[in-house]
């Protein structure tokens, strides 16, 4: 029998007489939003009001991790948390609360499952369609469920909203083990799924959810589940019980949770498939390139790169949040990436500051599909070094200009992703030559604050065509919430750890590998000339790291990175140490090419792990036991 649970305890956002106000004192109001089709839409699009922005520069989960930094006069919450600066009393990127125009999730929860008990009231709907609101409602649900689980790990399970008359022990509620979450998180989604609608691709209504979004979302459910973090970890969770002994993380590792994440996995891709969605490829001739782009591949390559993430609602694209933020207080994480306008003399005209790390720059491939420093030809030991650029390397740097090595021969997504000092930049409709040294046009204006503090540019998430002066100006897209290429991901992975390496892994894996312009893993790792472990993707332990960095490289700068550390468990080994960049107050190039630290991280581990519960829900509710070390 399911229990019922009394949202409101659990979000400080609204007290118990604002939870009066809404539900027992407006019951009239409650039926009339949904006697009709047109307004209980409303209540529909209330449900979906709580997707996190993620394409906000002060609301993103991409700057809470070691991709990006800012100067400190530009510091986000994401940046603090890295810095240590989170805390229970005022928590940041507070799910579980809300914060800013963030509400709180539980809030959410509380819609929905209002539109799930009343939506069958309304009278000129069919069954049909009340059925499947009521499944998107379900849904969400689940995914708000997911986020909290994600950011909290146990939490408690709100599967319908309790009268008022309920008693203090039924509004007090308690969390949940982790696989009590994930299992209720899975059965929800299931339920969904029996009602949501197939794909339409020709639809307004893309967006919102359908089958294939919820089963890929139920991929990743069962991937985070089966993961290190949540599975088996006695090591860091062995003493963390609730008040009846019970242990809130499993303590002993199950084999079985990857077998069920490689089989969702599976399920997702087909049904995808099946549905029209396919990894992207741009299909025009970009302008000023002429016979150029034709003849090369690897120009085509680096755009179905780029308009992977900017092309609207492109067939790689499984859900996008529709609702990209607007306006001036919340910043589109766009303008804070795009470079100034050349013809401007003004600093006003300098918005970018959201620089990618000297670490992410080494992350990417060298152009034979292997780490920087596992590629026998390429010059590890001296890749701060400087060099000319020859004729050879023309599309990725400027010919006879003087860049970093580590600039050079690398993969086509480390020239889609990154801007860099002697390298290029499609956007405001035209090619730019950059040059990002102080003083120059693309770098730090005299002692500015609007600058890239490493020396590197975000190019990934900014359209060619958005230009910087105004938020009019900026081509929108729906932020990739969910893309194809993370099922292929997935699926290699879940084989990986439930069965070892296998033709079928390599498969996924070289998918994703072969839009990106790079040779296939079988190729690249068992080159001998080039490969400095050979064979490395034949063992499990080999193919897993070469698997993680793939993942790392392919959905860098969309807020996967942080919950991929966390859940293998390696947050204290990329999120415990320095940032550090180019010298980019420097001049000259002997001055410039210096490697400085450019900012700090801090985790406490195990206790940033997860996020703080707001002392406020424990005071409010004492029932709820509050996370190791806040």
């Given at each position: 029998?399911?229990?019922?649970?009394?949202?409101?305890?659990?979000?400080?956002?609204?007290?118990?007489?604002?939870?009066?106000?809404?539900?027992?004192?407006?019951?009239?109001?409650?039926?009339?939003?949904?006697?009709?089709?047109?307004?209980?839409?409303?209540?529909?699009?209330?449900?979906?009001?709580?997707?996190?922005?993620?394409d906000?520069?002060?609301?993103?989960?991409?700057?809470?991790?070691?991709?990006?930094?800012?100067?400190?006069?530009?510091?986000?919450?994401?940046?603090?948390?890295?810095?240590?600066?989170?805390?229970?009393?005022?928590?940041?990127?507070?799910?579980?609360?809300?914060?800013?125009?963030?509400?709180?999730?539980?809030e959410?929860?509380?819609?929905?499952?209002?539109?799930?008990?009343?939506?069958?009231?309304?009278v000129?709907m069919?069954?049909?369609e009340?059925?499947?609101?009521?499944?998107?409602?379900?849904?969400?649900?689940?995914?708000?469920?997911?986020?909290?689980?994600?950011?909290?790990?146990?939490?408690?399970?709100?599967?319908?909203?309790?009268?008022?008359?309920?008693?203090?022990?039924?509004?007090?509620?308690?969390?949940?083990?982790?696989?009590?979450?994930?299992?209720?998180?899975?059965?929800?989604?299931?339920?969904?799924?029996?009602?949501l609608?197939?794909?339409?691709?020709?639809?307004?209504?893309?967006?919102?959810?359908?089958?294939?979004?919820?089963?890929?979302?139920?991929?990743?459910?069962?991937l985070?589940?089966?993961?290190?973090?949540?599975?088996?970890?006695?090591?860091?969770?062995s003493?963390?019980?609730?008040?009846?002994?019970?242990?809130?993380?499993?303590?002993?590792?199950?084999?079985?949770?990857?077998?069920?994440?490689?089989?969702?996995?599976?399920?997702?891709?087909?049904?995808?498939?099946?549905?029209?969605?396919?990894?992207?490829?741009?299909?025009?001739?970009?302008?000023?390139?002429?016979?150029?782009?034709?003849?090369?591949?690897?120009?085509?390559?680096?755009?179905?790169?780029?308009?992977?993430?900017v092309?609207?609602?492109?067939?790689?694209?499984?859900?996008?949040?529709?609702?990209?933020?607007?306006?001036?207080?919340?910043?589109?994480?766009?303008?804070?990436?795009?470079?100034?306008?050349?013809?401007?003399?003004?600093?006003?005209?300098?918005?970018?500051?959201?620089?990618?790390?000297?670490?992410?720059?080494?992350?990417f491939?060298?152009?034979?599909?292997?780490?920087?420093?596992?590629?026998?030809t390429?010059?590890?030991?001296?890749?701060?070094?400087?060099?000319?650029?020859?004729?050879?390397?023309?599309?990725?740097?400027?010919?006879?200009?003087?860049?970093?090595?580590?600039n050079?021969?690398?993969?086509?997504?480390?020239?889609?992703?990154?801007?860099?000092d002697?390298?290029?930049?499609?956007?405001?409709?035209?090619?730019w030559?950059?040059?990002?040294?102080?003083?120059?046009?693309?770098?730090?204006?005299?002692?500015?604050d609007?600058?890239?503090?490493?020396?590197?540019?975000?190019?990934?998430?900014?359209?060619?065509?958005?230009?910087?002066d105004?938020?009019?100006?900026?081509?929108?897209?729906?932020?990739?919430?969910?893309?194809?290429?993370?099922?292929?991901?997935?699926?290699?992975?879940?084989?990986?750890?439930?069965?070892?390496?296998?033709?079928?892994?390599y498969?996924?894996l070289?998918?994703?590998?072969?839009?990106?312009?790079?040779?296939?893993?079988?190729?690249?790792?068992?080159n001998?000339?080039?490969?400095?472990?050979?064979?490395?993707?034949t063992?499990?332990?080999?193919?897993?790291?070469?698997?993680?960095?793939?993942?790392?490289?392919?959905?860098?700068?969309e807020?996967?990175?942080?919950?991929?550390?966390r859940?293998?468990?390696?947050?204290?080994?990329?999120?415990?140490?320095?940032?550090?960049?180019?010298?980019?107050?420097?001049?000259?190039?002997?001055?410039?090419?210096?490697?400085?630290?450019?900012?700090?991280?801090?985790?406490?581990?195990?206790?940033?792990?997860?996020?703080?519960?707001?002392?406020?829900?424990?005071?409010?509710?004492?029932?709820?036991?509050?996370?190791l070390?806040?």
């Open positions: 029998m399911k229990k019922k649970f009394i949202i409101i305890l659990l979000a400080g956002l609204f007290s118990c007489d604002n939870y009066l106000d809404i539900v027992p004192d407006q019951t009239q109001q409650v039926d009339l939003l949904f006697e009709r089709k047109e307004v209980a839409y409303t209540a529909l699009a209330t449900c979906y009001a709580y997707l996190p922005k993620n906000g520069v002060y609301t993103s989960f991409m700057t809470m991790s070691d991709e990006i930094t800012t100067p400190i006069s530009k510091e986000t919450d994401g940046v603090r948390i890295m810095k240590g600066q989170q805390s229970a009393s005022n928590p940041k990127f507070g799910l579980w609360s809300g914060w800013s125009d963030q509400g709180s999730l539980w959410g929860i509380r819609h929905c499952n209002i539109l799930i008990e009343n939506i069958h009231n309304v000129d069919t069954e049909e009340m059925n499947s609101w009521a499944a998107e409602a379900k849904f969400l649900k689940a995914y708000y469920h997911f986020l909290l689980f994600t950011y909290y790990g146990p939490i408690p399970i709100v599967d319908e909203n309790l009268p008022i008359s309920a008693s203090d022990n039924e509004v007090r509620v308690k969390r949940s083990t982790v696989d009590q979450s994930v299992d209720y998180i899975v059965q929800t989604i299931d339920d969904a799924i029996l009602d609608p197939v794909r339409e691709l020709s639809s307004n209504d893309l967006g919102r959810i359908d089958q294939v979004i919820a089963k890929s979302i139920k991929s990743r459910v069962l985070y589940a089966a993961s290190p973090l949540f599975n088996g970890n006695s090591e860091m969770y003493g963390f019980i609730n008040e009846d002994g019970e242990h809130y993380f499993n303590q002993t590792y199950d084999q079985t949770k990857w077998d069920l994440a490689k089989d969702a996995s599976l399920d997702a891709i087909n049904a995808a498939l099946e549905n029209g969605v396919g990894l992207y490829e741009f299909s025009s001739t970009p302008p000023n390139y002429e016979d150029e782009y034709e003849e090369s591949e690897f120009l085509r390559t680096l755009y179905d790169l780029k308009y992977t993430i092309d609207k609602w492109n067939s790689e694209l499984i859900w996008g949040n529709s609702n990209p933020v607007r306006d001036n207080d919340w910043w589109q994480m766009q303008a804070a990436c795009m470079m100034k306008n050349p013809s401007a003399s003004s600093v006003e005209a300098a918005w970018q500051w959201i620089a990618p790390t000297l670490r992410i720059a080494e992350l491939y060298t152009e034979n599909g292997l780490p920087i420093d596992q590629d026998l390429y010059d590890f030991q001296n890749r701060f070094n400087t060099a000319t650029v020859g004729a050879s390397q023309n599309y990725q740097a400027q010919y006879g200009t003087t860049t970093a090595k580590l050079l021969n690398r993969e086509p997504r480390f020239y889609s992703s990154l801007g860099f002697r390298g290029y930049n499609r956007t405001w409709g035209n090619l030559q950059l040059r990002m040294k102080k003083g120059e046009i693309h770098g730090r204006i005299a002692n500015s609007d600058y890239l503090i490493t020396g590197y540019a975000l190019k990934k998430l900014v359209h060619p065509d958005s230009e910087g105004g938020y009019n100006k900026i081509v929108t897209y729906a932020w990739p919430m969910i893309r194809l290429s993370e099922l292929y991901l997935n699926y290699a992975e879940a084989i990986n750890e439930s069965v070892g390496p296998n033709q079928e892994a498969d996924a070289n998918t994703v590998r072969e839009r990106a312009g790079i040779s296939n893993v079988e190729d690249a790792w068992g001998a000339s080039i490969s400095a472990t050979l064979n490395k993707h063992t499990q332990d080999g193919f897993r790291e070469i698997i993680r960095q793939e993942r790392l490289i392919e959905l860098s700068f807020g996967n990175r942080y919950n991929d550390i859940r293998w468990k390696q947050a204290e080994q990329y999120f415990n140490s320095p940032v550090f960049g180019w010298s980019v107050d420097e001049t000259s190039v002997g001055g410039y090419y210096n490697i400085t630290q450019v900012g700090t991280r801090s985790f406490n581990s195990p206790r940033d792990y997860f996020h703080p519960i707001s002392i406020n829900e424990i005071t409010i509710n004492p029932n709820l036991t509050q996370n070390g806040w």
